[in-house]
């Protein structure tokens, strides 16, 4: 599919460490080079199609849901944008308003206008699936969605699963966003009749708020705003547009999906301003969003080996002007019309989203039939229907049942399942006072913690908890909670020794035992890491996860038959975590049973067809999947860390001669479409060439010209996230110590985890080796400057990095603030910035950062020709810079 985009510059060099952040977003690049330029593009589609629908997948977009038409009517379902146009939204910076996005497990994610892995299938009953997901690099946890339709039905199904494949827990949450155009007219139908704010409880009322707005009417959204539905237990919500005479709906089992949220960009000039910025023919969109929790500030956490399944609907609309209730059957609108003589007229229309013969109509008075009609539903069909005379102060029921009387969808005017206006505070809710830090006993920094780790700020979450135990520090609860944030941070020295006092004071808790576990194996301490794994196996939360540890330490000690027997006997296939699959097939194969292997291989692939090792195991034995996806070789080659991710997983079942045959393929070349932008290839990532010798070196064969020559693949966008990776560079710099990319490496490695003295002792070895590295200085003047709050050797570091890489903006960026702290003029941080060697193509934060410079030291004129130079995208949330007179 050819769609024009927005050009983009390249992602930023310098790594996004959490320390300088608001937001996790290490190990990936940022993309906020957006440019006003646009190009076209060759995007892969994948094709869903029965009589009535024919929808459009993107998955080199983040495996949007691009649009699904109704066939019946030709109108898309979904907003389907002219144009990618491009603005600074996602987590990582470029973000596109288009058709569905799945978040997981933050919102607009890492990957939301990124490839994604994708495989397709069809099933005996007719039905076809396209399979979309992804492992995030962040927390290595999976998402998959699979889009189905059936034959003779107007449902979009989609099965999601959020999966770990991570040892930790980690946090997330899970919101459906589904954009759909709209015009003046549209309206919302949400079954609610209070909003929420996000992060606060704020209640408001739906669909007139407080200020007397009717805000189910997209014309009356003067400004951006989004609510959550509150008080609310009704599975469906949805809009319908009279401009169009067709809408959306969705539904889901509120005990499983029960979060509702509507966006809206409003319509005042900046509404009109998001509108140009994110499209080329100006038109306008509203999102409607399904979740997991109350709202978008609110997380919880996913632990090791869970997973969790559910499946959401959406549904065309068309011809029956409304929506009054929706399920998996059809939808219905009653419209009540005011007559002369005081009485109603009610307007009904139904849409059935499957052929139904001999149904049955009914309009009901309290028991009594005021209307009947047998009619076969056809969902090409819209039924209608106008029942005139009706006494206005009387609840209608429509009621819609099949040939054997079973009920399709019954609903009566006005009876929803959610709270009485009368048991509900409007306005702010009453707020607890918080107490002061000093007051606080120990489960009290056990819960701010948690609270910050929900946050994703795993830094500020370690602070709290080291405070509590110095006030505290035979806590057992905080001794915990330190200990097993310690392992998600590598501290595992810490770790072990905070967790083995917890025992002391517990020693039956299986958690304190499964997280001392993984530390001891980082340590190398293995015959206490099996005790302690041992210890939690036995629990039902953790049996899983340490009966696969367990087996992972038995396979890397060569017993292979031994790993193979404790894995299927603590995390047996049938549990259906595909980790456990994946480890399982790969044992069988190596322990000599390949037919074994071949039908787990086969088997699981129509189940979780999007997995690699599952793929790349099934081409090792000859397995044809039938749920087919991109070509391997070429998939991998379009990420390196998918490969990675393999080599990882081989090596932790000592089959280094698996991970070295991955590492030793010649990859082809892919098209830039297929991969994100910046990214390195598989033959010139030098991590991957770090393995390629760790493996050669466990397979006892010589591994000299691997080190070296990874030692001199480009460092550019190589951000490693990995805690194996601390082994594998340790072993690299014991074969070389003067490897300037391995010390460099190992550094980023350890300031990703806010451990810093040793990050820096490696930036400054490297620097030492090699002072041209890419983002070394950048990296290290930050650290120096808002970490170790030393401005002025930050100042010498920017300086010396200017020397080895002009055209960094994050240099100059540090630099002025540096200079800014050491009391040098406004003019003076100027004329710096304005030594940027490329004027046309500087980057937006540091043309901000010259424009306020220069307006500070009262040069506007300057200021004035740089923003008339220069395009400059904006933030969300963003005020636009504008010329001074």
């Not at 081409?619 to 070789?633: H, T």
């Not at 080796?769 to 970490?787: C, D, F, M, T």
């Not at 050797?793 to 994050?810: C, I, K, M, T, V």
Request: hydrophobic content about 40%; glycine content about 6%; charged content about 25%.
């Amino acid at each position: 599919m050819s769609m024009a985009a927005s050009d983009e510059g390249p992602p930023d060099e310098n790594p996004p460490f959490d320390a300088f952040s608001a937001q996790e977003n290490y190990p990936y690049t940022m993309r906020t080079d957006i440019r006003e330029t646009e190009s076209v593009h060759a995007w892969r589609a994948l094709y869903l199609e029965n009589e009535y629908l024919k929808c459009t997948i993107l998955p080199q977009l983040g495996g949007h849901i691009y649009t699904c038409v109704d066939k019946i009517n030709g109108k898309s379902m979904f907003y389907a944008n002219p144009s990618f146009k491009k603005a600074i939204i996602a987590y990582r910076g470029a973000w596109s308003a288009f058709g569905e996005e799945f978040n997981f497990p933050v919102s607009h994610n890492w990957v939301t206008i990124s490839p994604v892995d994708w495989a397709y299938s069809t099933a005996a009953d007719g039905s076809a699936s396209v399979t979309v997901g992804n492992r995030d690099r962040v927390y290595g946890m999976d998402w998959t969605v699979e889009i189905v339709l059936h034959p003779g039905s107007t449902l979009i199904e989609e099965r999601v699963t959020l999966s770990s494949h991570s040892d930790a827990r980690h946090r997330f949450f899970w919101w459906n966003n589904t954009g759909i155009e709209v015009w003046p007219d549209t309206r919302l139908y949400y079954p609610m009749q209070f909003t929420k704010d996000n992060g606060s409880d704020d209640i408001d009322t739906w669909p007139v708020n407080s200020k007397g707005t009717d805000l189910s009417v997209v014309s009356r959204q003067k400004s951006d705003f989004e609510a959550f539905a509150y008080g609310s237990s009704e599975p469906f919500m949805g809009l319908y547009s009279p401009h169009t005479d067709s809408g959306v709906a969705h539904w889901a089992d509120p005990n499983v999906v029960p979060a509702k949220k509507l966006f809206g960009w409003g319509n005042d000039s900046s509404a009109l301003d998001w509108r140009r910025r994110l499209s080329d023919n100006n038109s306008a969109y509203v999102e409607l969003q399904s979740g997991l929790f109350k709202d978008q500030v609110t997380y919880q956490f996913l632990e090791p080996r869970h997973s969790i399944h559910f499946t959401e609907f959406w549904m065309p609309v068309r011809g029956i002007g409304s929506i009054t209730r929706a399920n998996l059957n059809g939808v219905v609108a009653m419209e009540r019309e005011i007559q002369r003589d005081g009485k109603i007229a009610l307007k009904l229309g139904f849409n059935a989203n499957r052929a139904v013969p001999g149904a049955k109509i009914a309009i009901l008075d309290g028991e009594k039939n005021i209307f009947e009609e047998t009619v076969s539903f056809d969902p090409a069909v819209t039924w209608t229907h106008r029942i005139p005379d009706l006494e206005a102060g009387k609840n209608y029921t429509f009621l819609a049942s099949d040939a054997k009387g079973e009920t399709l969808l019954k609903h009566t005017e006005g009876v929803y399942d959610m709270l009485p206006r009368n048991q509900v505070h409007v306005g702010p809710q009453p707020e607890s006072k918080p107490l002061e830090e000093k007051a606080w006993l120990d489960k009290h920094y056990v819960t701010n913690g948690t609270v910050s780790e929900l946050q994703g700020d795993y830094l500020a979450a370690w602070e709290v908890y080291r405070r509590g135990l110095a006030k505290y520090p035979s806590s057992t609860g905080l001794l915990k909670a330190t200990g097993r944030l310690a392992v998600s941070l590598w501290r595992f020295e810490e770790a072990a020794r905070l967790l083995a006092k917890a025992e002391d004071s517990d020693s039956s808790d299986p958690e304190t035992h499964y997280y001392r576990g993984i530390a001891e194996t980082a340590l190398g301490d293995v015959s206490v890491a099996r005790a302690e794994l041992e210890a939690a196996r036995s629990s039902a939360s953790f049996g899983a996860a340490s009966g696969l540890l367990l087996a992972e330490l038995r396979a890397r000690e060569h017993d292979t038959a031994g790993a193979l027997k404790l894995l299927e006997a603590s995390c047996p296939a049938s549990s259906g975590d595909v980790r456990c699959i994946e480890e399982t097939v790969a044992l069988r194969r190596t322990t000599g049973d390949p037919g074994g292997a071949k039908s787990l291989a086969a088997e699981s692939l129509l189940r979780y067809p999007t997995s690699l090792f599952l793929r790349n195991e099934a081409a090792r034995l000859g397995v044809q999947s039938s749920a087919p996806g991109p070509e391997l070789d070429g998939h991998l080659a379009a990420d390196s860390n998918r490969v990675l991710n393999l080599v990882l997983q081989y090596n932790r079942l000592g089959l280094y001669a698996d991970s070295l045959e991955l590492l030793s393929r010649n990859y082809p070349k892919v098209a830039p479409e297929e991969s994100e932008p910046g990214a390195t290839v598989p033959s010139q990532d030098p991590v991957l060439g770090y393995y390629r010798a760790f493996c050669r070196e466990k397979l006892g064969q010589s591994a000299a010209a691997d080190y070296a020559a990874a030692s001199h693949m480009p460092l550019l966008h190589v951000f490693p996230n990995q805690p194996d990776e601390i082994t594998l560079l340790r072993a690299t710099l014991s074969t070389n110590p003067d490897d300037a990319s391995a010390h460099f490496l190992l550094g980023s490695l350890w300031f990703s985890k806010g451990i810093v003295d040793p990050a820096l002792e490696e930036w400054k070895r490297a620097e030492s080796l090699n002072p041209k590295i890419p983002s070394l200085q950048a990296s290290l003047g930050r650290a120096l400057l808002e970490v170790k709050k030393q401005p002025t050797e930050a100042a010498s570091e920017f300086q010396r990095g200017l020397q080895a890489e002009p055209g960094n903006a994050a240099l100059y960026l540090g630099l002025n603030e540096a200079m800014r702290q050491m009391g040098r003029t406004a003019s003076q941080r100027a004329d710096m910035m304005k030594t940027f060697p490329d004027p046309d193509n500087m980057p937006a934060d540091l043309v901000r950062a010259l424009v306020d410079a220069l307006r500070e030291s009262h040069r506007d004129a300057e200021a004035n020709a740089v923003l008339a130079h220069r395009f400059i995208p904006r933030k969300e949330g963003e005020a636009p810079l504008q010329l001074q007179k």
